[in-house]
């Protein structure tokens, strides 16, 4: 295959609004691993679980499938405060979460997955806005609003979040509460009930990112263990907790996959990332932004 | 008791089961007593490394899968049969285990977790592209009507897998006891005091991905010949790793026979839904039962047991 101009364009425009909604996929899961040392294996899960909401939404009242997954937040905002008070008295409390917490996680993916194929079926499922059908084209090169739309919503979304964390009260607690549990008691702040909301934030930003999954592609709910290794890639990449690290990290893999696509072919793709991931872990573990 | 005694009477019990097996002679027996087999073997073989030395491998499909192309490669060019490819899938899974220690040696817990998943997508995309063993078209083997020697070919696959899973369980207990398997209990409680203490943790730790892969491998070894038709996506399921670090956990992760009671309870109870409600299910039983015990229950049955006449 002879590789032109347009082609590589082309390929790089879509890895990086691929890319952009990769890191609004992953925020969630690096702020409660590199925050809140939580390792919510089944995060891509509970975005596919947004997406089935957003999609019974969208047909109930014809609401566009974004808007939806704003309306989302405060309910997945809410389910991740209970979920992180089940996690925290079962797991947290007894010192010993690591890997019981990681198979607990786990296993609610397994639980939720059965759950979406029993309700919905294991149909591929769409939803209907202007922008999914329509490409604006300039020349050769081309802009799906398919791609764009959510790359332009993950970008907001990480700039949010960005802000929140620096610059609010509750957003420096839960970036302290990494560092040091006990300082943040000292100023009358308790550690728990700053985990509960960075994991419910987590959570709440899975809805927007299910959003985004069904405008990008058709959903099934086994969609979500296609984007658990993608996701942790992107969270040790990025340095674990590092919002711009993610951004950076997410655009980088999907670049790395498309270009790994048109250059080597499709079917190699996944292992030019993982390969990457692996590489990074074995020499690099702190990530390209971690602190070593 | 010896390792040699436990042996002979493990040996004694899988007779009795085979026996049983033989005279009631239900080819459907066979074949769900495979499944719950070849569970007990990577329930065993899972707590190698994620019970005894608490390193978490949820790359379990990768070195079943291994095991299992292991067996269509050595078909597809020598005719090699089963006896054979078994050893064969247990080098092969054993040596990537060995190589995926050496590379993750440096990290801890969860980074570990999140390695061999990659290591398990690695896996997949190279089986994927490697046309010799069918590539992401699949490969058929059939097998023939009867086994080498008597009855039918499932009941001969049922007793191949009864000697790996009774071999298997004879290992991981031998292990335990050894003086590696309280080198793997120095590492899983403090790797740094062990390290500090003399304990060779490098060495321990490649013994238990290198022993804990290649009995995964065998595992996988006959499973081409169960399925008559092989194809990456299905071989590589996550489903898999679920399975497996459920019964381990479900069992009991401190003791060889956590795993043995996981695998033999749950892969039947799988067994029965299978056939009774739907296949779904399954993983439904297996997800709500894990997130259970590891809320509930830590210790799985074997800590149940144990706790009872204590208190």
């Keep these: 295959m002879t590789i032109t101009y347009p082609l590589l364009v082309n390929a790089l425009i879509a890895g990086l609004l691929m890319g952009g909604f990769y890191a609004a996929l992953s925020v969630g899961a690096t702020v409660a691993f590199g925050l809140l040392d939580i390792v919510n294996i089944a995060h891509p899960t509970f975005a596919v679980i947004g997406a089935y909401a957003v999609l019974v939404l969208n047909r109930a009242f014809n609401i566009d499938p974004i808007i939806c997954g704003l309306l989302l937040t405060p309910v997945f905002y809410g389910a991740g405060m209970l979920l992180y008070q089940v996690y925290h008295h079962f797991f947290e409390r007894r010192g010993d979460d690591a890997m019981r917490g990681l198979a607990f996680f786990f296993g609610l993916m397994f639980i939720a997955e059965v759950a979406l194929i029993m309700l919905f079926g294991v149909d591929f499922r769409y939803v209907h806005a202007p922008y999914i059908t329509t490409t604006w084209n300039f020349g050769d090169i081309a802009l799906p609003l398919r791609l764009a739309v959510p790359f332009a919503g993950s970008v907001l979304m990480l700039a949010a979040l960005e802000l929140f964390l620096r610059k609010t009260f509750v957003g420096r607690a839960i970036v302290a509460v990494a560092q040091d549990p006990f300082a943040l008691r000292l100023v009358a702040v308790s550690p728990v009930r700053i985990k509960r909301i960075a994991f419910g934030i987590a959570c709440a930003s899975a809805a927007l990112a299910g959003a985004f999954i069904i405008v990008i592609e058709p959903l099934q709910p086994a969609v979500g263990r296609e984007f ?65 | 008791m010896t390792n040699w005694r436990f042996l002979a009477a493990a040996a004694g019990v899988a007779a ?198 290649a009995l995964m491998g065998m595992a996988g070894a006959p499973l081409p010949y169960y399925v008559s038709f092989l194809e990456p996506a299905s071989t590589f399921n996550l489903a898999y790793a679920v399975n497996t670090i459920a019964m381990a956990m479900i069992g009991g992760t401190t003791t060889w026979l956590g795993p043995l009671i996981g695998a033999v309870l749950l892969a039947t109870v799988q067994q029965v839904a299978t056939v009774t409600i739907s296949s779904e299910i399954n993983l439904m039983v297996v997800g709500v039962l894990l997130v259970g015990f590891v809320m509930l229950a830590p210790n799985g049955i074997v800590g149940l047991l144990r706790r009872r006449p204590r208190s």
């Design chain 1, 228 to 292: 658990i290794g993608r996701v942790f890639a992107i969270c040790v990449f990025g340095g674990l907790g590092s919002l711009p690290g993610t951004l950076v990290a997410a655009v980088s893999l999907g670049l790395v996959e498309n270009l790994s696509t048109i250059f080597i072919g499709a079917s190699w793709s996944p292992a030019v990332a993982f390969g990457l991931l692996l590489a990074t872990l074995a020499w690099r573990p702190s990530g390209l932004f971690g602190r070593s």
């Design chain 2, 16 to 213: 009795i089961v085979f026996g049983i097996a033989a005279w009631l002679n239900i080819d459907y027996l066979f074949f769900a007593g495979y499944v719950v087999l070849q569970y007990v073997v990577l329930a065993s073989a899972w707590n190698i490394l994620g019970g005894y030395t608490g390193y978490m491998n949820l790359g379990v499909s990768a070195f079943f899968a291994l095991g299992a192309y292991t067996t269509v490669a050595l078909e597809t060019a020598w005719k090699l049969p089963l006896p054979a490819t078994i050893p064969a899938a247990a080098i092969v899974a054993g040596l990537v285990g060995i190589g995926m220690g050496y590379l993750t040696l440096r990290l801890k817990g969860i980074f570990f977790a999140i390695a061999t998943l990659a290591l398990a997508v690695v896996t997949e995309t190279f089986i994927t592209n490697w046309d010799y063993v069918g590539g992401s078209a699949g490969a058929y083997l059939l097998h023939p009507k009867r086994g080498p020697w008597f009855g039918s070919y499932i009941e001969y696959l049922f007793l191949l897998m009864l000697i790996v899973a009774t071999f298997a369980v004879v290992v991981a207990r031998a292990v335990e006891r050894s003086w590696l398997g309280y080198g793997f209990t120095a590492i899983r409680d403090d790797e740094t005091a062990a390290e500090a203490t003399g304990v060779p943790t490098l060495r321990l730790k490649l013994v238990a991905t290198g022993l804990s892969g």
